[in-house]
């Protein structure tokens, strides 16, 4: 096994390990997978200190989020919002009573189904997702600007959405 050498990090070292366990095995797809994996969760640790000074965690931020760039009046319906945040109708619910009890986002009948309700973002849920969202995206330019060029981020931008184009 290798130790840690400047360009050899640990996915390298797992790729090392079975290497010298199943010399026929292609490591390379574990390798891109698992710094994928690695770097989303690293990512998402620090984008959600970024938001805590703003009172709400990742799953807070997406509902609001998502709210926010529906465009005014700002209103879905909870089927709406659990379809592209893609969480369970149960789960949503929970989210809504948390964000509805911090005065972020209003919840009332949907004028046009009597059974349905329509999920509005606040003036105050605007304001503090628009501050949040600049902290998040402040995370993560700054580890790309660390790490990355200009066209590298460009180049890498494009090869994960052709990745993600064909394993969606």
Do not use: C
């Amino acid at each position: 096994m290798k130790t840690h050498t400047p360009g050899h990090d640990a996915v390298d070292a797992i790729a090392d390990q079975w290497a010298a366990v199943r010399p026929d095995l292609d490591t390379v797809p574990m390798a891109v997978f698992g710094r994928i994996y690695r770097l989303s969760d690293a990512m998402r640790g620090k984008v959600d200190k970024a938001y805590a000074p703003y009172g709400m965690a990742l799953g807070e931020f997406d509902v609001l989020a998502t709210l926010r760039r529906s465009g005014a009046p700002y209103t879905l319906s909870p089927r709406q919002l659990s379809a592209t945040l893609m969480i369970t109708t149960g789960g949503m619910t929970g989210r809504l009573d948390k964000l509805e009890k911090a005065g972020l986002l209003t919840r009332s009948p949907d004028p046009n189904d009597r059974r349905g309700l329509r999920v509005t973002l606040s003036e105050r849920g605007r304001e503090l997702v628009d501050q949040a969202v600049e902290a998040g995206l402040a995370e993560q330019r700054a580890a790309l600007e660390a790490a990355l060029t200009e066209e590298e981020r460009d180049q890498l931008t494009g090869l994960l959405r052709k990745l993600l184009a064909t394993t969606v």
